[in-house]
Every structure is written in C-alpha cells, then in structure tokens.
C-alpha cells in the first residue's frame, strides 16, 4: 500500500472535492481519480461517493480513512525524530548527590557556558550513589560524583569495578550536623550520637544502608537515628529542619552564608568516620572538555571549602 495514495485520499476527505483536492496536491483532476480508483482496487471497497455537494466516505470509506490518518499521523512523527536535520546541542547529563557545594560548583560551571552559541541540554541529576552508578553503567549520564561513608568504601569499590567504571577521590571529610537556631542542641559544641536519639533525622528518600558484611557492620546499628522522615526535595529538607521541632540532617560542611540563609547551625558529632565524595565515569572513557571543566569548578569550590573547614583532610 502506497503512502501517497494514502494521503491524497485524506485530502479528498478534507476537501470534499477531488477538483479541490487536485489542486492543493499540484496535480491534474484525472491522475488523481486514477489514484483513487487503484487504491480501492488494492483494498476491495468504494472509499468516496458522489453527491450533489461533493464526494463523502462511505460506511467503509470512514473506517478506513480513520486507520489513515493514523499511518500517516505515527509516519510524520517518525520523519521528525529521525529524519530531520539534526542541531548541534551543548549536552551535558551529570548525577550527583544532594549537597549544596556541587550546587554551587554547578552554578560556577554554568556561568563559563554564557558565551556558548549553541542550545544547552544539561541535566542536573541529584540521586543517592546506587542510582548515580547505575545512570552511568547504562549511559544515560556522562559522569556522576557519588558518597560514601568510609565504612562501605569496599562495597562501592566493588561496585564500580563491577560496572565497568573508573572513579577518583574529589574530596574527603567529616559529616556535620544541621538544624534550627531553635533546637534543643542548638547550643552544644559537639554532639554525641546519645544526644541525637530521642530526636528526628530527614534523610534523603532514596537513602539505603549498603548490604555489607565487614566487621563493622555492628556500628551501623548505631549511626542514624530511630526517628527519621525521608525526603527526596531537598528545599523540602531545609524547610522541615526550619518547621518539624527536634529534626537534624547530617551534610558535607556547610558556609555561614547557607546556614543563615535557613536560619540553621552545624554540629560536629562525637562519631569520627570519615564521608567520601568520588567521580566517576565509563572505564578507559576520555573526558571531554567541558565535562573537565565542570569537574574544574567542582575542585576550585572544594578548596574553598576546606581553607574554611581546615580540619577536615
């Protein structure tokens, strides 16, 4: 079956008129009848009949023009997706955690993008480490940052390896505390893991303990609280840490100039692990150059970071 037959049938419908519809498609009345009459040949049924005002499907004719119009309809998006001339595009995909330091190395990122002439398509994921390694074994993100307590390192480890995936150490330090001005504990210098039980902690939705065996796994019991809300926004979390009384979230260091903006303090704990926040990408694959870049302002916002929390390594 001809799609252009198809189509000349559906511009006869909509015209009511083959003289009409002759025109519209730049060709003679009788060429056109003779297409009409070789489609209703293939097909076996009288698609249009005379009128005094035109032709008009019939009973059948409507039925089939129906199943045209969608062949035709699902034809043209087909032509768009893959037969259109395709448009040079700035594309960037990177899965992060929720932290405010890589949003900040984001929005460094983005400012070096301001003289670029071509359209952006950039995806900003934040997602815990299990989703980012898995966005980034099935190529639907470039590069991803991941973090880890150093208790799971050989579960991660292994992870990547299992994945294809090579990684390297952006930065590491000691998990805070935040919370309102207005907590019980706002006041304390450091706290005790004895301290925060009673009270509530937000954690990121898609939060999960790593399945893991090692020695240790007994401390695990013990690093988060019985209270918890999870919360995948993380505009959500500040605003809970602000209104739910007794809640705490634990963070990468935070600068002044957030916490006021949230009327929030940090908190060093007693519990002195230390957190890891690692690239990582397609094993053995060549960054480009604006993925360098991006992971360029990731560095330079890191070294602000730590010449303000010097006692973090």
Known sequence: MNLQKL????????????????????????????????LESEIGITIFRRT????????????????????????????????????????????VPRTTYLTAAFNDFMKKTKNNSLPLDIHYCETSAEET?????????????????????????????????DHETLWAFKMR???????????????????????????????????????????????HSKNKIYVFDRGSQYDFLQQVEGSYKWVSPVT????????????????TDISRDLLVYPNKTKLKLHEKEFIKSVKKIIDEQMMIFSEDI
């Open 133 to 165: 390694i898995n966005n980034i074994a099935l190529g639907h993100f470039d590069i991803g940052i991941i973090r880890f307590q150093d208790m799971y390192e050989s579960y991660f480890l292994n992870k990547l390896k299992e994945n294809n995936l």
């Open 7 to 38: 189509r000349f049938a559906l511009e006869v419908e909509k015209t009511s008129s083959i003289t009409q519809a002759a025109k519209k498609l730049y060709m003679s009345q009788p060429n056109l009848s003779k297409s009409l009459k070789e």
């Open 52 to 95: 005094p005002k035109g032709v008009k499907p019939t009973v059948e004719g409507t039925e089939f023009l129906a199943h045209a119009k969608n062949i035709i309809h699902q034809v043209d998006i087909m032509s768009q997706i893959y037969c259109s001339p395709k448009i040079d595009r700035f594309t960037f995909k990177v899965s």
């Open 256 to 271: 002044d100039e957030e916490l006021e903006k949230y009327n929030l303090v940090q908190k060093t704990c007693t519990f």
């Open 177 to 223: 505390i935040i919370m309102s001005k207005n907590h019980p504990l706002a006041n304390s210098q450091i706290i005790s893991y004895e301290q925060l039980n009673p009270y509530i902690e937000i954690l990121h939705g898609d939060f999960q303990i790593p399945d893991s065996k090692e020695e240790n796994m007994e401390n695990l019991v013990n690093i």
